[in-house]
């Protein structure tokens, strides 16, 4: 454009001020110049939830919420989903460019060698009782491994940060699967190598006293898919923590361990654990029209529903509904489906979601694939975290390698008392 400028004109002095814009953005720093005198702080952004910040500027993934468009590194997610294995998209997420055949082996070779987690976290899982919820235990489980990790703490070093985030991407699934196996009282099955990323997470959660566990390629693939769909999500809840806690140079666990906090939230990755739970009550397609008018009356939400950036159908929830069909080919059809599909017709139909661009999200379908896939419902949001590991690790690096990064510390409108003086006690109340 001719000129990209914002002229500002401060009416309470008549001054005008003109701001660069770029990217589409004016930098909030630039606002401070506008004083009604020397004394004053300088103009302010309030932006509560941040509805309307940009907090970094970002090359890994990009959302057109208005048109459904999610591609990682300019890669369309649904060609992603279709053409590729798990950690080829890690590695385009991490590095920016999709493997060669010898540079996904080498990846591959890395991660592999670093699957097992320290034997003392075992020890740390059995401190939990055994129906404690899993992504507690991760988030406590991902901040212990830093005390193993010293060297995690050299944040400033690029080479550093990439042997920390191949640990963490693969010592996650191992997490989750020790857990899995203890609240049920089931032996640890050790992660296996010769299986790829998603088959070896499946042997170490199911496999049983057969020799020679089988991976059901179908399960694999499934699975695949799913995690390539949650691997990154540009500056949502989780990848804001990720980023907000790297900024004080806090190593990389202890960082994924308050993203995971983050995720566990059920207007977060909880939501997929939740939306289960909202079938089950819902109970049949008879009861879905008194629910529809309990969210209508603000009673409830509709869970898997919505999202800050999607005004339009998430594109992830698309591929996981074709992939659930696949997937029931397998296991059978879950009966959840046909109440999912109902509420969704009778919502897309009513001026209530329409009027507030309300459509299926990312978690609205992914819970039905994972309980027809054997998983219980409080274990969906870890297989949310799994793969949002690398969306987390590829967000801190960016972060850690920006110049104009720095230690997060938003300002705030105080709205507080002014001065008053100390009241002794005997005059209170
Ligand atoms: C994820 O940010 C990401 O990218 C997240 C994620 C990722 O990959 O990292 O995509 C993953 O977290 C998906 C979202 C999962 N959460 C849920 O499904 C929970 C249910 N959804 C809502 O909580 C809500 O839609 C949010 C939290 C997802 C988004 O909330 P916003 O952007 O703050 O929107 P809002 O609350 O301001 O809603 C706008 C209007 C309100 O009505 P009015 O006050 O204007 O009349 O829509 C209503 C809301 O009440 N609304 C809903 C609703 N979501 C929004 N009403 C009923 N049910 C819902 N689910």
Same mark, same amino acid.
């Given at each position: 454009?001719?000129?990209?400028t ?8 008549? %001054? ?12 909030? $720093?630039? =606002?401070?110049?506008?004083?009604? +005198?020397? !004394? ?10 941040? $509805? ?9 993934? /990009?959302i #057109?919420?208005?048109r ?5 590194r ?5 060609q =992603? ?8 998209v ?32 075992k ?17 406590? *489980?991902?901040?212990?491994?830093? *005390? ?8 400033? +070093? ?39 990323y ?21 399960v694999?693939?499934?699975? #695949?898919?799913?995690f ?12 804001n ?9 806090? +190593? ?23 939306? =289960?739970r909202m ?13 529809? !008018?309990?969210?209508?009356?603000r009673?409830r ?11 339009n ?9 074709? *992939? ?8 059978g059809?879950?009966?959840k489906?046909d109440?999912?599909? !109902?509420?969704?017709?009778? %919502? ?17 379908y ?22 949002? $590991? ?13 110049p104009?990064q720095?230690?997060?510390?938003p ?10 003086? /100390?009241?002794?006690m005997?005059?209170?109340?």
């Open positions: 454009m001719a000129n990209d914002l002229t500002i004109t401060d009416n309470r002095t008549n %001054a005008t001020y003109t701001i660069p814009i770029k990217d589409g953005a004016i930098r909030a $720093m630039d =606002l401070r110049q506008i004083k009604t +005198d020397p !004394e004053d702080f300088g103009l302010l952004s309030y932006d509560p939830a941040f $509805m309307n910040t940009a907090s970094c500027r970002s090359s890994i993934t /990009f #057109d919420g208005d459904g468009i999610l591609r990682y300019g890669y369309p997610i649904e =992603l989903a279709e053409n590729c294995r798990f950690l080829e890690a590695y385009l997420i991490l590095n920016g460019e999709l493997p060669t055949a010898r540079q996904l082996e080498e990846f591959e070779a890395q991660i592999k060698a670093e699957l097992a987690v320290p034997e003392n976290i020890r740390i899982i059995e401190g939990f009782h055994h129906d404690a919820h899993p992504m507690a235990v991760l988030a406590s *489980t991902l901040a212990a491994l830093s *005390t193993f990790y010293p060297d995690a703490k050299k944040v400033r +070093d690029p080479a550093n940060r990439r042997k920390q985030i191949i640990r963490l991407i693969a010592k996650v699934p191992t997490l989750a699967a020790y857990f899995y196996r203890y609240s049920r009282g089931l032996p640890y099955v050790d992660p296996d190598p010769r299986l790829s998603t088959g070896n997470f499946m042997k170490m959660l199911w496999k049983g006293l057969e020799p020679d566990y089988q991976v059901n390629p179908v694999e693939r499934a699975l #695949d898919i799913l390539i769909l949650h691997a990154d999500h540009e500056q949502n809840c989780s990848a923590a990720m980023r907000s806690v790297g900024s004080s140079e806090a +190593d990389p666990y202890v960082c994924a361990a308050a993203a995971t906090a983050a995720l566990f939230g059920p207007l977060h990755g909880g939501a997929n654990e939740q939306v =289960l079938l089950d009550e819902i109970g049949s397609v008879e009861n879905i029209p008194s629910y529809i !008018e309990d969210v209508k009356n009673k939400l509709l869970m898997g529903f919505g999202h800050r950036i999607y005004k159908y998430d594109p992830r929830a698309r591929i996981i509904k074709q *992939t659930a069909d696949k997937v029931f080919e397998v296991t059809r879950n009966p489906l109440i999912a599909l !109902e509420l969704e017709r009778i %919502a897309l139909s009513d001026e209530y979601f329409i009027s507030r661009k309300l459509y299926p999200n990312v978690d609205f992914s819970g039905i694939i994972y309980q027809a896939l054997g998983f219980q419902p409080e274990i969906f949001t870890v297989l949310f975290a799994i793969p949002r $590991m690398t969306g987390w690790c590829a967000q801190w690096d960016e972060m850690m390698g920006d104009e720095k230690i997060a510390r300002r705030q409108v105080y709205i507080g008392y002014g001065h008053r003086d /100390f009241v002794p005997d005059q209170r109340g």
